[in-house]
T-cell receptor
Framework: AAGVIQSPRHLIKEKRETATLKCYPI?????VYWYQQGPGQDPQFLIS???????DKGSIPDRFSAQQFSDYHSELNMSSLELGDSALYFC??????????????FGPGTRLTVL | GENVEQHPSTLSVQEGDSAVIKCTYS??????FPWYKQELGKRPQLIID?????GEKKDQRIAVTLNKTAKHFSLHITETQPEDSAVYFC?????????????FGPGTRLSVLP
């Protein structure tokens, strides 16, 4: 079965540069979530989108932005990168079914290293 | 908004013993509670989940219980094995007017000692 696809899997950037992470949800999934996991830390929720609209916002820095496109894929844009942005970034997707909350399926993650 | 607490933060058990991890949540609208297992260097994996219309769910050596009145839910692992060693995250989810709100607990590091 198709899973959540994230690209790139690894990314190395310099400080103050810009990075774009992409997430392709499982087909028919309409909700995408972004998480940041620093070394030795718990995953932190950043932001989510439902039907191409922002549905919730967590601890996402103002330097970051994200959007969900008409084909439901999502992109996380990170500007003015700092050393502390080095982390594993997970994307997850789910299919909303009305009154029930649904299982999230995680992608493999993108490892961002800021030098 | 929702707040999820998780205890203990670390847990060590002898192989073969049981392990219990407890979580509490604050938003009574939460209606879905998954548990994730994250092994070293890997992404979190869903291991079991429970919806608010049931009180208990079991899958082989893993079970989850939910007490909606008290707003707490627990993960139970029986006959623990070394490969159960990992970080376990609980989460609570609710639907609101903007979509879904998904909140993780801080995680429990489980060590199963041979």
């Amino acid at each position: 079965a198709a899973g959540v696809i994230q690209s790139p899997r690894h990314l190395i950037k310099e400080k103050r540069e810009t990075a774009t992470l992409k997430c392709y949800p499982i087909p028919r999934h309409d909700t995408v979530y972004w998480y940041q996991q620093g070394p030795g830390q718990d995953p932190q929720f950043l932001i989510s989108f439902y039907e191409k609209m922002q549905s919730d916002k967590g601890s996402i820095p103002d330097r970051f932005s994200a959007q969900q496109f008409s084909d439901y894929h999502s992109e996380l844009n990170m500007s003015s990168l700092e050393l502390g942005d080095s982390a594993l970034y997970f994307c997850a997707s789910s299919e909303t079914s009305g009154s029930w909350a649904d299982t999230q399926y995680f992608g493999p993650g993108t490892r961002l290293t800021v030098l | 908004g929702e707040n999820v607490e998780q205890h203990p933060s670390t847990l060590s058990v002898q192989e073969g013993d049981s392990a219990v991890i407890k979580c509490t949540y604050s938003d009574s609208a939460s209606n879905y509670f998954p548990w994730y297992k994250q092994e070293l260097g890997k992404r979190p994996q869903l291991i079991i989940d429970i919806r608010s219309n049931v009180g208990e769910k079991k899958d082989q050596r893993i079970a989850v219980t939910l007490n909606k009145t008290a707003k707490h839910f627990s993960l139970h692992i029986t006959e623990t094995q070394p490969e159960d060693s990992a970080v376990y995250f609980c989460a609570a989810r609710a639907l609101d007017n903007y979509g879904q709100n998904f909140v993780f607990g801080p995680g429990t590091r489980l060590s199963v000692l041979p």
